[in-house]
């Protein structure tokens, strides 16, 4: 859903994903968060995320994400 930019769809799929509890799923729902601008869910995704993985690459992976997030989130302000 994410790849082809059906967003919302994306987002309320993961929502029923996320019943199994697996970090992959945090972070592909906050993929779709910040491409809709809801950037506080996002956030919010991505911090739950970090609090559960222990593998230490996707902990990186998804550190690389929330720190992508963040720059965006700034430049998102800078244009407005």
């Known amino acids: 859903m994410i790849s082809q930019e059906y967003y919302y769809s994306a987002v309320h799929?993961?929502?029923?994903?996320?019943?199994?509890?697996?970090?992959?799923?945090?972070?592909?729902?906050?993929?779709?968060?910040?491409?809709?601008?809801?950037?506080?869910?996002?956030?919010?995704?991505?911090?739950?995320?970090?609090?559960?993985?222990?593998?230490k690459k996707l902990k990186s992976k998804i550190n690389d994400l929330y720190r992508a997030m963040i720059k965006d989130k700034y430049k998102k302000r800078e244009m407005y």
């Open 13 to 55: 799929l993961l929502d029923e994903a996320l019943k199994l509890d697996h970090v992959r799923v945090l972070e592909m729902r906050a993929v779709a968060y910040n491409s809709i601008s809801k950037l506080e869910e996002a956030e919010k995704n991505i911090k739950a995320g970090l609090m559960r993985v222990q593998d």
